[in-house]
Every structure is written in C-alpha cells, then in structure tokens.
C-alpha cells in the first residue's frame, strides 16, 4: 500500500473452451498443494534478498487488487496495453515497484519443477516474506500451484483500484469493499505497515493530527534528501516521542509485528489513510495493539483472502507465461 507508500461462442468453440477448462482443473488437483518443501524452496529464493520482502508484500497487494491475482503487475508488455500504450506498472501507483527480481528467480528456478506460475510466485514470495519478516509468527494457507497468468496490463488500472495515502477510512472501506474485502481487512492489513518504506511525495504529517515531535523526527529523517523513509517511526534514528511499554517490540526493529497499532494510537504514522484508523476503528485497533497473537492470526486471514482475489477465467485472457515480465 506505500507510495502507496485488479464468451459468447460458437458451439464448436464453446465445446473447446470446455474442453481447455476441465483440463485445466485436472492440472490445478494434479499440482496439489504449496507443500512444505515448496515453501522451503521459495522461502530460501526470498531469503536471498533481505531488503526486498516487504516490498514482496506490496507486489501482492498491487497485483491482487487491480484484476485479481494474475501477474498483471509484473508485465512490461502486454496484449491491450493501457490508453497510453504502457502497463500497470508504469502506473504513479507503482512508483518504487520493488521485488520483480525474486519472481524472476523462483519462476525460473522453481518453475517447471513445481508448476509454480508467475502469479503463483508472487503469492507465494509475499507469503515468505511475512512468515520471515514475522520471524514464523505468521504463517497462512494459500492455494496450490497453477494458478493462471493475466495476458492484460494496462497503466490506468491501479488508479481505479488502489488505495491512496489520503484515503478517509470511508474511501478505505469502499475500496476494500469493491474487491469483497472487510473493515476488519482494511484494519488487519494496514498493519503492515509496521515494516517497509514510503516515498516522500506521500508523506503528510504535518498536520494537527500528529505530535510535533513526530513532525521533527520525520523532518530529520529526509533532512539528508532520501527518497524514501521508513514506515514505523520505531525505525527512525531520532528522538520521536514514540513510546513503547513492551520493551520486547520497542526493540524489535525492523519486525512485521503489531507495533503500527500502537503508533497509530500515538498519531504517527506518514498517511493520513494510516491515522484514520485509529478514530475509525479504536476497539479494534486497541485490540490489535494489546493482542500481539489476534493480529497474526487476523492478518493471515486477510492475507489469505488477498491471495486468493479471483482473476478473470476468460480463456482468451489467461496463459502460463514463461518469462513473468512478457506475454508468451
Ligand atoms: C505439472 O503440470 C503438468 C501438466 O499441467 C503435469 O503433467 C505435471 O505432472 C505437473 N508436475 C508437477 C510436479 O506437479
Ligand atoms: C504495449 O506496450 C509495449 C511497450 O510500450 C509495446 O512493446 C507493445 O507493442 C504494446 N502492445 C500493444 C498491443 O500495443
Ligand atoms: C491451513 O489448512 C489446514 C488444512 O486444511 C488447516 O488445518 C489449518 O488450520 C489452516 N491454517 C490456517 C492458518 O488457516
Ligand atoms: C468502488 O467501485 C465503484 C464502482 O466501480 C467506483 O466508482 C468507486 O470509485 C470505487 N471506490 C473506491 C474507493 O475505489
Ligand atoms: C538518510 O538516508 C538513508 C537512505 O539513503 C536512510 O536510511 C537514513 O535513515 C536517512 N536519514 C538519516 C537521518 O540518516
């Protein structure tokens, strides 16, 4: 969420298409389930790049809200591009696209041997990258390999989907609403935003809803003209203000945890859509800050729900593309 920081036939055809989808299903019972094994695979192609992974956890999000889950996002062509001729990423929402490398690696190394499909990858890496960003505290169920890959990307897309920084909690609910998603979602998903970074550009705290000494910590941090600056003001190197009484979490830096529930208790968080929830939802996001192990088990549930956003089942629309970034 940074920068923030989804026939009709002739019957001979329509027999085909029928054909093609009951193949398809068979192939789907056949691959069975992401195993263990396969989750080791994918979970040492993720370890090998340790800045990526919360950026693993935006691709999914990108990807899976705009269309469903269908690698749209990773396509640098595709079969209708967007008005202007370009694709989804190119879209000012996913500026600071981070990650396309580890899909390019488990496609390539885990593929063929796994049947694990470019959208298949980008589920599965953004499950790793949670279960080691939570140091194995959380841990969900996603589908078994072959899902199918998009063959349409266009760079207008995101905007229609995508959530933005300013955001009320209204806009959020809706927009979680459009793709079947909850509040509860919206609340367990935002704290993600415990790890990761967020473009300058987005930030906005200078404003009554924050401390000053949060508007100063931040100031600090861009003060050295970075692009980007860290999410959790648990992160930053000056003194915030920020207060922790779990002296265990004060000191887990750069954790997936529940520690964006209590910032946002405290107003500090870059977004406006991050602050809204703390007047919008307060029961719940209390809650999620004094019960480290109902948010875990909460965020998996979104996550798996994310994870599983259908895609279009249009055969003409669908294929296993062998290199992530291209058509076939
Ligand atoms: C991969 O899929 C093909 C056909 O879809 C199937 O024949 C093969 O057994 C599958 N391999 C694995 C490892 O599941
Ligand atoms: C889509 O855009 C890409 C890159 O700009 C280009 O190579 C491709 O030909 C375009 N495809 C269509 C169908 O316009
Ligand atoms: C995952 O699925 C298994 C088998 O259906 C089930 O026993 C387990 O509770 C599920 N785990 C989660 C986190 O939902
Ligand atoms: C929800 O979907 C409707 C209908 O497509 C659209 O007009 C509206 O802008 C969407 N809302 C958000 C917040 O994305
Ligand atoms: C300066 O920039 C880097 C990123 O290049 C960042 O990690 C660091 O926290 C920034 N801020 C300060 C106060 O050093």
């Not at 695979?41 to 370890?47: M, P």
């Not at 693993?56 to 079969?79: A, K, Y």
């Not at 473009?199 to 861009?222: C, G, I, W």
Request: proline share 3%; with cysteine.
């Amino acid at each position: 969420m940074a920068k923030r920081n989804e026939l009709s036939l002739l019957v001979l055809v329509a027999m085909a298409v029928v054909v093609f989808l009951s193949v398809q299903v068979k192939s789907e019972v056949a691959a069975g389930s992401y195993t263990t094994e396969m989750q080791e695979a994918v979970r040492n192609e993720v370890k090998a790049f340790p800045d990526l992974r919360p950026g693993l956890i935006r691709l999914l999000f990108h990807d899976c809200f705009v269309n469903g889950c269908d690698g749209s996002v990773l396509l640098e062509t595709s079969r209708i591009n967007g008005t202007d001729g370009k694709t989804e990423m190119t879209s000012a929402f996913n500026g600071g696209l981070r990650g396309l490398e580890v899909i390019q690696n488990i496609k390539k190394n885990l593929g063929t041997k796994y049947n694990i499909t470019c959208t298949d990858a980008v589920i599965y890496a953004a499950r790793e990258a949670v279960y080691l960003l939570s140091k194995g505290k959380i841990a969900y169920n996603v589908t078994g390999p072959g899902r199918m890959d998009g063959v349409i990307s266009r760079s207008e897309d995101p905007a229609k989907f995508l959530p933005t920084p300013s955001f009320t909690f209204d806009q959020l609910k809706e927009s979680f609403r459009n793709k079947s998603l909850s509040t509860d979602d919206v609340i367990a998903l935002s704290g993600a935003h415990a790890i990761g970074v967020a473009h300058r550009m987005f930030v906005d705290v200078n404003t009554l809803d924050t401390p000053v000494s949060y508007q100063k910590a931040v100031a600090v941090e861009l003060s050295n003209g970075t692009d980007v600056i860290k999410n959790n003001v648990r992160d930053f190197g000056a003194a915030s203000g920020y207060m922790d009484n779990n002296k265990e979490r004060m000191e887990a830096k750069g954790v997936l945890d529940n520690s964006f529930y209590n910032a946002i208790s405290q107003k500090m968080a870059l977004f406006p859509s991050d602050r809204v929830l703390w007047e919008g939802a307060k029961a719940k996001v209390t809650g999620y800050k004094d019960k480290a192990d109902t948010w875990y088990i909460e965020f998996g549930n979104s996550m798996e729900k994310l994870s599983k956003l259908p895609a279009t089942s249009d055969p003409s629309k669908i294929e296993i593309r062998e290199v992530c970034s291209k058509t076939n």
